[in-house]
């Protein structure tokens, strides 16, 4: 039973940055990929960024040029570098992981808060 924990969210004005970092319970290796979804209040969940396990990446066209994705396999987390922040990009942001073998996300963390508000 692989467990996810966020980190990092909270409070930051219109064109500041932040960083989310997603720690694994388990090994890194036992996914074949990670990323970070969004979901915002009345709106559907989004999946902002993803990394395979070959360090192959892509990002929602809303976040490309602003956010980055990483992982560190020693420390067993992945980390989302957001950028130019905007007021849209308020929403509780989740890590996830998709198991090897697996099609779909099927693990994920509880959510942290970003807030971006002047």
């Known amino acids: 039973q692989v467990q996810l924990v966020e980190s990092g969210g909270g409070l930051v004005q219109p064109g500041g940055s932040l960083r989310l970092s997603c720690a694994s319970s388990?090994?890194?290796?036992?996914?074949?990929?990670m990323g970070w979804y969004r979901q915002a209040p009345g709106k559907e969940r989004e999946l902002v960024a993803a990394?395979?396990?070959?360090?192959?990446?892509n990002y929602a066209d809303s976040v490309k040029g602003r956010f980055s994705i990483f992982k560190d396999n020693v420390r067993r987390t992945v980390s989302l570098q957001m950028n130019s922040l905007k007021p849209e990009d308020t929403a509780v942001y989740s890590c996830?992981?998709?198991?090897?073998?697996?099609?779909?996300?099927?693990?994920w963390g509880q959510g942290t808060q970003v807030t971006v508000s002047s």
């Open positions: 996830a992981a998709r198991d090897l073998s697996a099609s779909m996300f099927n693990s």
């Open positions: 388990g090994s890194i290796f036992s996914f074949n990929a």
């Open positions: 990394i395979t396990s070959g360090g192959g990446t």
